[in-house]
Structures are given as structure tokens and as C-alpha cells.
């Protein structure tokens, strides 16, 4: 597609419940981030993958969290045992030389 | 590290007026700084970057942004707001490491226009 895909594009969730987020990147880039934005808050980084070099994970707030991305293309962030603190967007982007394209995020809610 | 800083939470504007966004920044080194604009319940879209070269860069939607070395700023701005521009804008730098390539984004500005 011509832009980043996320699905899905609305989750709700049970607490403690396991859930797994998608992105499809911009075809080519190489670069993906996943960034998670709490309602009226700004933009926090989570994970960085370029190519198949080892990703960037210092954002990752704990060990429920973790991402899976196959070469240069699909990208999963799964969250084990989800509480209410973990209801937020969760926004991906794709980048091939640093300016970054992002979806249109999964709003992830845990009831 | 690399930081931004956006010092206002919310800015107000008539239509018509000029509006300025302010974005302040802490790099080592060269700094790589973008603006992004959030609209209600829309992705981040790109509106310009500044890299290197002329200090004054245009972007999208009739948006301009002034890089400012002795004052590291970066504040975007536009000759003449729009109801339409109303939104959160975000600003951001490119923190470039052996192991990373990521985008640090400011606490953002929402952006009210007033008809």
C-alpha cells in the first residue's frame, strides 16, 4: 500500500489479557518505530527496528512488552498481561532517510 | 541526549493573524528537527524537516520553520492561521546513535484558530 497500515485499528481488551498489535511499513523502508501515545500526552518511544541489525528496545516499559519484526517488512508489539495503564495509542512509522511516515495507530483500550 | 522542548501547552490565534509555534532544542552535534502535525483522531503527518542548508525551510499547508543555531529554536510558523490549522503540532529531533536512529518528539502544542 502506498502508506503505513496498522491493525487493528481499535482493540478493547480485558486486563491481563495478552494482545497483539500489526504493522504493515511503507514498502522499502527500512527503518520502523513504534511510538505509544496516552490520551492528551505526547509521543513516547518504544522500540526501533533498522533492517537486521539488533533493535533499539530502551523504550519498552516492561517486560509485557515486546516486538517482532520479519526482515524489512510486518512488525508485531504484543502485550502480556495488559493492565489499564497500558490503554493508549499505539503508533508505528516506517522511515528510509530519517523523516518518518506513520499509521494511523491502534487504540488500544483495557477494560 | 537529544531533546526538544515545546514551552507552550496551547496557543491561540485569530484567523488571519500570523502564528508561531515554538520548539526549542538540546543536540550534540548536528540536529536533525521535523515538525508534525496531529489532527483529531488522525495519524502524524509530516510537514517539513530542516537538515541542513538554509535556515528558513517551507513545508506543507503554507507552513514555514526557522532554524535558529544561537537560539537553538525551531519554531514553526505560518503568515496567515486557518480555522483548519487548528490541531497538535509536534516537534521532534533525530537522536542518531551506533545502535539507534529514532525520533525524540516534544510534549506538543495544540493549536486553537479562532474564526
Known amino acids: 500500500g502506498a502508506g503505513v497500515s496498522q491493525s487493528p485499528s481499535n482493540k478493547v481488551t480485558e486486563k491481563g489479557k495478552d494482545v497483539e498489535l500489526r504493522c504493515d511499513p511503507i514498502?522499502?523502508?527500512?527503518?520502523l518505530y513504534w511510538y505509544r501515545q496516552r490520551l492528551g500526552q505526547g509521543l513516547e518511544f518504544l522500540i526501533y527496528?533498522?533492517?537486521?541489525?539488533?533493535?533499539?528496545k530502551s523504550g519498552l516499559p516492561s517486560d509485557r512488552f515486546s516486538a517482532e519484526r520479519t526482515g524489512e517488512s510486518v512488525s508485531t508489539l504484543t502485550i502480556q498481561r495488559t493492565q489499564q495503564e497500558d490503554s493508549a495509542v499505539y503508533l508505528c512509522?516506517?522511515?528510509?532517510?530519517?523523516?518518518?511516515?506513520f499509521g494511523q495507530g491502534t487504540r488500544l483500550t483495557v477494560v | 541526549a537529544q531533546s526538544v522542548a515545546q514551552p507552550e501547552d496551547q496557543v491561540n490565534v485569530a484567523e488571519g493573524n500570523p502564528l508561531t509555534v515554538k520548539c526549542t532544542y538540546s543536540?550534540?552535534?548536528?540536529?536533525?528537527l521535523f515538525w508534525y502535525v496531529q489532527y483529531p483522531n488522525r495519524g502524524l503527518q509530516f510537514l517539513l524537516k530542516?537538515?541542513?542548508?538554509?535556515?528558513l525551510v517551507k513545508g506543507s499547508y503554507g507552513f514555514e520553520a526557522e532554524f535558529n543555531k544561537s537560539q537553538t529554536s525551531f519554531h514553526l510558523k505560518k503568515p496567515s492561521a486557518l480555522v483548519s490549522d487548528s490541531a497538535l503540532y509536534f516537534c521532534?529531533?533525530?537522536?542518531?546513535?551506533?545502535?539507534?536512529?529514532?525520533?525524540?518528539f516534544g510534549t506538543g502544542t495544540r493549536l486553537q484558530v479562532f474564526p
Open positions: 512509522a516506517s522511515s528510509l532517510a530519517g523523516e518518518a511516515f
Open positions: 514498502s522499502g523502508h527500512t527503518a
Open positions: 527496528f533498522q533492517g537486521n541489525s539488533a533493535p533499539d
Open positions: 543536540v550534540s552535534g548536528n540536529p536533525y
Open positions: 530542516y537538515i541542513t542548508g538554509d535556515n
Open positions: 521532534a529531533v533525530r537522536d542518531i546513535h551506533y545502535n539507534t536512529d529514532k525520533l525524540i
